[in-house]
């Protein structure tokens, strides 16, 4: 069964300082990887995923993450954090079936202090 | 874009109440989902449909139900509301047929059960 795992339900970080969210996951075939962001009072919104290219991926707002396979990980970067970072983000992983199934983190708080 | 719109942003219900939750996408996707949302616990997945008149069970099912009369709409059905179903509930889309293909949210819909 695939599943992801995201260290830290809370992150803090000061404007300016690097964002680093962790995922690692556990997958019986290569994963498609994905990260979402949920900005307050909003649905999910893709940042970036991972489908067997390249293995730095950039996404939008300056994020970018790598998968590193020997790790099992699949962490999130940005090197200057925003006030309009601040909201939740998660890691995901897709199905082994091709029915499109997601497997979700528990999910990541960012708080962006001046 | 693909647009996946929650016709319900915010409902209170009773206990014991029938409740419908609504929501269309009008990219022609496939795939439609119900993910419910509650803190520490990331994105459930309720029911997901493959196609119209298709439904499979998800993680999480107990106490719902899911209708897709038309390929753009994908209802949730709470036929009697608890007050442990108070939650976000988060309607998707996306194309069928790939492990990599991306998955597109709404909004969400708060439910409070009283």
């Known amino acids: 069964a695939q599943s992801v795992t995201q260290l830290g339900s809370h992150v803090s970080v000061s404007e300016g300082a690097l964002v680093l969210l962790r995922c690692n996951y556990s997958s019986s075939v290569p994963p498609y990887l994905f990260w979402y962001v949920q900005y307050p009072n909003q649905g999910l919104q893709l940042l970036l995923k991972?489908?067997?290219?390249?293995?730095l991926v950039k996404g939008i707002n300056g994020f970018e993450a790598e998968f590193k396979k020997s790790e099992t990980s699949f962490h999130l970067t940005k090197p200057s954090a925003h006030m309009s970072d601040a909201a939740e983000y998660f890691c995901a992983v897709s199905s082994t079936d091709s029915w499109g199934k997601f497997q979700f983190g528990a999910g990541t708080q960012v708080v962006v202090t001046p | 874009d693909v647009k996946v719109t929650q016709s319900s942003r915010y409902l209170v219900k009773r206990t014991g109440e029938k409740v419908f939750l609504e929501c269309v996408q009008d990219?022609?996707?496939?795939?439609m989902f119900w993910y419910r949302q509650d803190p520490g616990l990331g994105l459930r997945l309720i029911y997901f449909s493959y196609d119209v008149k298709m439904k499979e069970k998800g993680d999480i099912p107990e106490g719902y139900s899911v209708s897709r009369e038309k390929k753009e709409r994908f209802s949730l059905i709470l036929e009697s509301a608890s007050t442990n179903q108070t939650s976000m509930y988060l309607c998707a889309s996306s194309l069928r047929g790939r492990r990599g293909n991306t998955i597109y949210f709404g909004e969400g819909s708060w439910l409070t059960v009283v």
């Open positions: 990219m022609d996707h496939e795939n």
């Open positions: 991972y489908t067997s290219a390249a293995t």
